[in-house]
């Protein structure tokens, strides 16, 4: 096969500015989320159903429906009423981090509900309040077990984020089209993209187990 390296030459800054934007919409995605998604945890815990029940519906609408039609409503309906100046990536990051924030808030409460019940009786034993309580005793253990599969979440949303591309996003996948479209050439530039993934995905990986370890001494 006749493969082009000089293709990958010309496109090579403009992958590299691809991924760039790549993780900074992903990294913006999964903070944002995890600030919607713990709110959304302590409204789905709510012991009153009228309280659980709008959480409940906006985890099962965000979780059963395709991350591409939550951008399309995002974009063509939500960001033109929100921003005059929105732009793809903007539509992208409000996308992601709402998308992001139903996984995560599922992830929350998982890790809460896994610590012992009895810890929270002896702490509000002690004198502390629900929320002390909460914030001293059981987030702290809950967040150890919720490193993985919120490393996992991060990971889904960098491959996400190459939806953004539809919207003319520069972001990785978008360069990698625009590199066939110009030289008619598919294995060049989506080989370089799908190696450009993958060295981000297995970077995040290992820093992970890397966290995972440091937390466990």
Same mark, same amino acid.
């Given at each position: 096969?006749?493969?082009?390296?000089? +293709? @990958?030459?010309?496109?090579?800054?403009?992958?590299?500015?691809?991924?760039?934007? %790549?993780?900074? #919409?992903?990294? /913006?995605?999964?903070?944002?989320? $995890?600030?919607?998604?713990?709110?959304? =945890?302590? *409204? &789905?815990?709510?012991?009153?159903?009228? @309280?659980?029940?709008?959480?409940?519906?906006?985890?099962?609408?965000?979780?059963?429906?395709?991350?591409?039609?939550?951008?399309?409503?995002?974009?063509? *309906?939500?960001?033109?009423?929100?921003?005059?100046? !929105? =732009?793809?990536?903007?539509?992208? #990051?409000? =996308?992601? $981090?709402?998308?992001?924030? /139903?996984?995560?808030?599922? @992830?929350? &409460?998982? *890790? +809460?509900?896994? +610590?012992?019940?009895?810890? %929270?009786?002896?702490?509000?034993?002690? !004198?502390? %309040?629900?929320?002390?309580?909460?914030?001293?005793?059981?987030?702290?253990?809950?967040? &150890?077990?919720?490193?993985?599969?919120? !490393?996992?979440?991060?990971?889904?949303?960098?491959?996400?984020?190459?939806?953004? !591309? #539809?919207?003319?996003?520069?972001?990785?996948?978008?360069?990698?089209?625009?590199?066939?479209?110009?030289?008619?050439?598919?294995?060049?530039?989506?080989? %370089?993209?799908?190696?450009?993934?993958?060295?981000?995905?297995?970077?995040? =990986?290992?820093?992970?187990?890397?966290?995972?370890? &440091?937390?466990?001494?």
């Amino acid at each position: 096969m006749d493969f082009r390296w000089d +293709i @990958i030459v010309e496109y090579l800054p403009f992958f590299l500015q691809g991924a760039a934007l %790549t993780i900074g #919409i992903s990294l /913006a995605g999964i903070l944002i989320g $995890s600030v919607i998604g713990l709110f959304v =945890t302590f *409204g &789905r815990m709510a012991h009153k159903w009228f @309280i659980r029940l709008p959480f409940v519906w906006y985890i099962n609408f965000l979780r059963g429906t395709p991350v591409l039609v939550q951008l399309f409503l995002v974009h063509y *309906g939500v960001v033109p009423v929100l921003f005059s100046n !929105g =732009t793809a990536v903007t539509s992208a #990051i409000i =996308t992601l $981090s709402l998308n992001s924030s /139903a996984y995560l808030a599922e @992830i929350f &409460r998982a *890790g +809460i509900e896994s +610590i012992d019940k009895g810890q %929270t009786e002896a702490a509000r034993s002690l !004198g502390l %309040t629900h929320r002390q309580a909460m914030r001293h005793i059981i987030l702290p253990q809950a967040l &150890r077990r919720m490193v993985p599969p919120i !490393g996992n979440e991060f990971i889904m949303l960098i491959k996400e984020s190459s939806l953004a !591309g #539809i919207l003319a996003a520069g972001e990785l996948m978008y360069w990698g089209r625009a590199a066939v479209g110009q030289h008619l050439r598919v294995w060049e530039p989506y080989l %370089t993209v799908a190696l450009l993934y993958l060295v981000i995905v297995l970077g995040l =990986t290992y820093l992970l187990q890397w966290v995972e370890r &440091r937390w466990a001494k």
